[in-house]
């Protein structure tokens, strides 16, 4: 099993930045990607970004390319999100994401909410 513990969400204003991450543990040799989803009220959760862990690479959700960069520290077991140009539309929970062991399993942290207000 694998356990994934977020942190950084908080409140900013428009235009603002945050740092989310998000540490894994347990049986992290078997993670093949970590990542970002987000739910806002009365909206399915989508995809914010994904990295892989070994390799570069990375997949972005269409509302926040070129705002949003997605990294690791693979020492660390760590996964990190630097949102800048925040707008309100991505104020929502912010849930880590990993598939790890031979079939992919889905792991979710508790998720951490990132308010931007206008």
């Known amino acids: 099993q694998v356990q994934l513990t977020e942190s950084g969400g908080g409140l900013v204003q428009a235009g603002g930045s945050l740092r989310l991450a998000c540490a894994a543990s347990?049986?992290?040799?078997?993670?093949?990607?970590m990542g970002w989803f987000r739910q806002a009220p009365g909206k399915e959760r989508e995809l914010v970004a994904a990295?892989?862990?070994?390799?570069?690479?990375?997949d972005y959700g269409e509302s926040v390319k070129g705002r949003f960069t997605i990294s690791r520290d693979n020492a660390k077991n760590t996964v990190y999100l630097q949102m800048t140009s925040l707008k309100p539309e991505d104020t929502a929970v912010y849930y880590c994401?990993?598939?790890?062991?031979?079939?992919?399993?889905?792991?979710w942290g508790q998720g951490t909410q990132v308010t931007v207000s206008s």
């Open positions: 994401h990993t598939a790890a062991g031979s079939s992919g399993f889905d792991y």
């Open positions: 347990g049986r992290t040799d078997t993670v093949h990607t």
């Open positions: 990295i892989r862990w070994s390799g570069s690479a990375t």
